[in-house]
């Protein structure tokens, strides 16, 4: 079994929609959770950044984290198709300079 | 804007040949540096953690001798392929913490090697 479980989609949602992206994992050290966004060819963005169970929003992304059921939610609302890319779950036990787990990442496409 | 740099962004060399991709903290210090792998509609794959001052960590089956890592500052790693051969060719992505109290990880924008 994998660390982190990340459903790898692809998803196709049209434009406007609310956009629902999710990761399980095993480990209950992690305490870091992260959302990343990657385009063709590009490195990862930085999309989000939560530290242990809550919620967290930022403009049209809105951040979960459920300790208690070790599952991490992305949420994309009124989703625009420059949305359409990779988001990529991700996790560490501890602060500071730490190796972080990744899920498969999801492929988003958001129709016009 | 960009807080961590790649450099070259695409590399095209012959087998045989040795290349070096230079990835910089643009304006916070990282004592420490990730260096990914990602193949074609892949994750990112941990090859070695780069520390200033001291010996890479290289994560399970990655050759040491074959990717060499130098932390040669507080803001620059570089990785050498070595003896570079078609499948090494790859996208090749760094990452570094910016720091207290969050230590945020930053991305480069990564570099394409081919070899052919």
């Known amino acids: 079994q994998k660390e982190v479980e990340q459903d790898p989609g692809p998803l196709s949602v049209p434009e406007g929609a609310i956009v629902s992206l999710n990761c399980t994992y095993s480990?209950?050290?992690?305490?870091?959770f992260m959302w990343y966004r990657q385009y063709s060819r590009k490195g990862p963005e930085l999309l989000m950044y939560?530290?242990?169970?809550g919620n967290k929003e930022d403009g049209r992304f809105t951040a979960q984290v459920d300790k208690s059921s070790k599952y991490i939610s992305l949420f994309i609302r009124d989703s625009q198709p420059s949305d359409s890319a990779t988001y990529l779950c991700?996790?560490?036990?501890?602060?500071?300079?730490?190796?972080?787990?990744f899920g498969q990442g999801t492929r988003l496409t958001i129709n016009p | 804007g960009a807080v961590v740099s790649q450099h070259p962004s695409r590399v095209i060399c012959k087998s045989g040949t040795s290349v070096k991709i230079e990835c910089r903290s643009l304006d916070f210090q990282a004592t420490t540096m990730f260096w990914y792998r990602q193949f074609p509609k892949k994750s990112l794959m941990l090859m070695a953690t780069?520390?200033?001052?001291?010996?890479?960590?290289?994560e399970q089956g990655v050759e040491k001798d074959k990717f060499l890592i130098n932390h040669a500052s507080l803001t620059l790693s570089t990785l050498t392929v070595t003896s570079a051969h078609p499948e090494d060719s790859s996208f090749y992505i760094c990452?570094?913490?910016?720091?207290?109290?969050?230590?945020?990880?930053?991305f480069g924008p990564g570099t394409r090697l081919t070899v052919t």
């Open positions: 990452s570094a913490p910016r720091g207290s109290p969050s230590y945020e990880q930053y």
């Open positions: 480990n209950s050290a992690f305490q870091y």
């Open positions: 780069s520390n200033e001052g001291s010996k890479a960590t290289y």
């Open positions: 991700a996790m560490s036990a501890g602060q500071g300079a730490q190796k972080l787990v």
């Open positions: 939560t530290y242990s169970s």
